[in-house]
């Protein structure tokens, strides 16, 4: 029989070799995630403030910002905890990770009806003039998934521009970062731009016409059992009006501060709702095309799916198996969903160069 955790604490533990694990091996495993913490600065922002992202004036946090903890972070096999280190309890900023609850919303908007087709332009949906002009009109909500819309425009005081040009991994983002790169045709060109994850944001707020934290809530979180420890944080400026109503748009990360914090413990029930592919204990969250849609290889950034990584070729994590899939933030903030393997894993505050050999120690477990 499945095994749905309880709410809250309520969650089955159980002995690693209960669950197809060597001991020793995982005990090993987790050692080598508490050793291995990101070097950055506890005070977060003390490390966004000395150019994580970009240098002066770009770089000026809008949201809040709150000091990080220490590694921390769970391993399920079978939807129960095999083992968990830190405080798997305590909620923290995760970055790049609430990208990947974007998607997640986006996959309720297409199950309500709110988004008939993917491949829909997103200003046949819009209630601002953001997507009128040329470059912009023919994007489409698939294009903002895979981070392929090449939009361009402003958005909450930070162009597109700050973006272009930016190379993952490492402080500051490439030399190039920031300077003007010819636009694309939409679907045609891949970056990775936190302002365009921004604009999906914002146009999923005026789909849902709701704050999409009270969405996440009631659509997600309370359904699978989440606390209510957590919060998805706006930028002080990022308001739009919808039916008279002041709402925030929330970011799709911590770039400039705010985004969703939150406990390892409530990521981990994410991901297992990812592994059991969107259902949880009778619920039908996302469907099963979606969760196949979402996680399929976009065709020119074949690790990459909707706003969820993926390890094609195992190029992203050799140390881990093929069919992974990831939601993954900047500070070594990592959920990580193996269905092959019955597998979720939640590490935080993770050194970057050290996640493959983490995911390796932890298959090397199996017993």
């Not at 469907?287 to 996680?295: P, R, V």
Request: one cysteine or more; hydrophobic letters at 40%.
């Amino acid at each position: 029989m499945t095994y749905w955790p309880g709410s809250g604490d309520n969650w089955d533990t159980a002995a690693p070799g209960d669950l197809g694990f060597h001991g020793g091996r995982l005990a090993d495993a987790v050692a080598f995630a508490e050793s291995h913490e990101i070097p950055w600065a506890r005070d977060l922002n003390e490390q966004l403030g000395q150019g994580e992202f970009e240098p002066p004036p770009w770089n000026e946090v809008l949201g809040p910002v709150w000091p990080r903890g220490g590694p921390a972070g769970l391993v399920l096999r079978g939807g129960r905890i095999a083992a968990a280190w830190g405080d798997p309890d305590r909620a923290d900023l995760t970055f790049s990770v609430a990208k990947s609850y974007l998607a997640v919303l986006t996959g309720i908007a297409l199950r309500q009806g709110l988004i008939c087709d993917l491949n829909d332009a997103v200003a046949d949906y819009a209630l601002d003039d953001d997507f009128e002009a040329e470059q912009n009109r023919t994007i489409t909500w698939h294009h903002l998934l895979q981070q392929t819309s090449e939009w361009e425009g402003t958005l909450w005081d930070k162009p597109d521009l700050v973006d272009r040009n930016r190379v993952l991994g490492g402080g500051g983002g490439g030399p190039d970062k920031g300077k003007h790169r010819d636009l694309r045709a939409p679907g045609t060109f891949w970056e990775y731009n936190d302002v365009r994850v921004n604009r999906l944001s914002l146009s999923l707020l005026q789909v849902f016409r709701r704050p999409l934290a009270d969405v996440l809530r009631d659509e997600v979180q309370d359904i699978i059992g989440c606390s209510d420890g957590w919060g998805w944080h706006a930028y002080r400026n990022a308001n739009f009006e919808i039916d008279g109503e002041i709402m925030p748009s929330v970011p799709g990360g911590t770039h400039w501060g705010g985004g969703i914090r939150i406990s390892a413990r409530d990521q981990a029930r994410l991901g297992l709702l990812i592994q059991r592919r969107g259902t949880w204990d009778g619920w039908e969250i996302l469907t099963g095309d979606y969760i196949d849609a979402m996680t399929t290889p976009c065709a020119i950034k074949a690790d990459y799916g909707y706003l969820w990584w993926l390890n094609t070729g195992r190029e992203l994590f050799p140390g881990a198996s093929e069919t992974s899939v990831y939601a993954i933030g900047a500070g070594g903030n990592n959920i990580w969903v193996d269905s092959g393997h019955d597998l979720t894993v939640v590490a935080r505050w993770l050194d970057d160069d050290h996640a493959s050999d983490f995911m390796a120690a932890v298959m090397a477990a199996f017993a």
